[in-house]
Nanobody, 115 residues
Framework: QVQLVESGGGLVQAGGSLRLSCAVS????????ISWYRQAPGKQREWVAI???????NYADSVKGRFTISRDNAKNTVFLQMNSLKLEDTAVYYC?????????WGQGTQVTVSS
């Protein structure tokens, strides 16, 4: 059974940094692509960043230049480096992976940015 487990969230001051991890287990095949999403209180879940097995990346305009997605294929882990955090980045962050046209979600990790 495929499982994605996020970690690395926490409380950080505006302007600070956090690195989120998404560890994938339960599949000998590689999920592709893998994305990060986030959901703020009272808002819909929104896409943040994506990375393919070949290393191609793309970002939402709201995080471009501040967030970096990367993956360590040997460790089956995807990272989201978040710099210059803003109050509006506060949300639960989820990773999502696609395998054989089926999407798998993690349980999420809370990121709270304070002033």
């Amino acid at each position: 059974q495929v499982q994605l487990v996020e970690s690395g969230g926490g409380l950080v001051q505006a302007g600070g940094s956090l690195r989120l991890s998404c560890a994938v287990s339960g599949s000998t095949l590689r999920l592709n692509p893998i994305s990060w999403y986030r959901q703020a209180p009272g808002k819909q879940r929104e896409w943040v960043a994506i990375i393919t097995s070949g290393g191609s990346t793309n970002y939402a305009d709201s995080v471009k230049g501040r967030f970096t997605i990367s993956r360590d294929n040997a460790k089956n882990t995807v990272f989201l480096q978040m710099n210059s955090l803003k109050l509006e980045d506060t949300a639960v962050y989820y990773c999502n992976g696609i395998l054989r046209a089926k999407g798998y979600w993690g349980q999420g990790t809370q990121v709270t940015v304070s002033s």
